[in-house]
């Protein structure tokens, strides 16, 4: 099979690799679809991801669907063509965290892709995935794999949701129109917010964020723009960087919730602390999810507005082009790898 595998910064390789058997209580599948990360892009770009560096070589990718090729000797699985999303992560069920429900912050978690432990945890972006059966997921009959593939991410959007409380009826400000801040848009949305306001930088990932729900957009560098009057009951902060965190301190009103989602640069980051403790924000951080992978599925086979979300798809072989477009936010959201062929 054919994967690819990130070497260090840079340095982005589609190279064969022996697929791994199935043992016992493991799946092995024939990945179909995998989607490019925010995460993915920094190993890319970067070689790491906060203070998490690739060390050796590593398959990227966390967000995959495919079809079931082979179950493992002994293992209660669906049949082999069953379509199935899969779950990428892999808690302990040991730590605090996981007795406590929190598994999404597991001290000792699996993640597909994630160089965040030595030996790096191999990723899903190959032509062939093997994984506990507990990961799989198998897709409703109705639901596109061009639209399951968006699971992942649906739930890193509806986790931060969900921290950010009940949003019936409010007025919430997105900070960044990525593919994840567009996620959140339409989850609000589906969610009951009155108002979703999304600001961003860029003209292009305003107008996915505006296909996907936002009832206004408005240029991050335009503080006069209307859409900035009065204050918000919510912020969500899913751009990752320091300004956009500093417009959700400042324009949330006095009382509200501010949700943290975008990972910040490494390093000490400013924080309008005063505004915090003088109008006693309430300051929420959101990373990953658990049950909410499930409810994804759910939600995007009953119709939720990410068409625009999906910009392009490239073969494997073209796995640089497809990390060079997708870091292009002036013209790409989310890019797709079509891991069917090789060629």
Request: net charge negative.
């Amino acid at each position: 099979m054919h994967a690819c595998v990130i070497h260090g910064a840079g340095d982005l390789r589609v190279e064969e690799r022996a697929p791994v058997t199935a043992g016992h209580g493991e799946v092995t599948v024939s990945v179909a679809l995998g989607g490019i990360c925010g995460s993915d892009l920094h190993y890319y770009r970067y070689g790491r991801v906060g203070d998490f560096t690739v060390r050796e070589p590593m398959v990227l990718g966390h967000e995959i669907v495919g079809h079931v090729a082979a179950a493992g000797p002994g293992t209660d699985a669906p049949g082999a063509g069953t379509p199935v999303a899969v779950h990428p992560a892999t808690p302990c069920d040991r730590c605090a965290s996981c007795a406590t429900g929190r598994r999404n912050i597991c001290e000792d978690t699996r993640y597909l892709g994630s160089a965040a432990r030595t030996p790096h945890v191999q990723g899903g972006l190959a032509q062939f995935v093997t994984v506990p059966t507990a990961q799989l997921r198998v897709l409703p009959p109705d639901l596109a794999l061009h639209h399951a593939v968006l699971a992942e991410p649906l739930s890193v959007a509806l986790h931060a949701v969900h921290r950010a409380g009940d949003v019936r009826g409010k007025r919430v400000l997105v900070t960044g129109a990525g593919p994840i801040g567009c996620l959140v848009t339409a989850v609000l949305r589906h969610r009951g917010a009155a108002e979703v306001v999304v600001s961003d930088l860029l003209d292009m990932p305003l107008s996915v964020a505006a296909a996907s729900g936002a009832t206004a957009t408005v240029r991050a560098d335009d503080p006069g723009a209307g859409a900035w009057a009065g204050a918000f009951d919510v912020a969500v902060e899913a751009s990752g960087a320091p300004a956009g965190l500093r417009t959700c301190v400042e324009r949330v009103r006095r009382g509200g919730t501010v949700v943290l989602l975008g990972l910040l640069p490494p390093g000490e980051v400013p924080l309008l602390g005063n505004i915090a403790v003088t109008r006693e924000l309430q300051l929420r951080g959101a990373f990953r999810f658990d049950t909410e992978f499930d409810e994804a599925i759910g939600v995007l086979a009953q119709g939720l507005p990410v068409e625009a979300i999906v910009t392009h798809t490239f073969s494997l072989a073209e796995s640089r082009a497809a990390f060079d477009t997708a870091h292009d936010r002036t013209v790409a959201s989310k890019v797709l790898l079509d891991l069917r062929t090789h060629a």
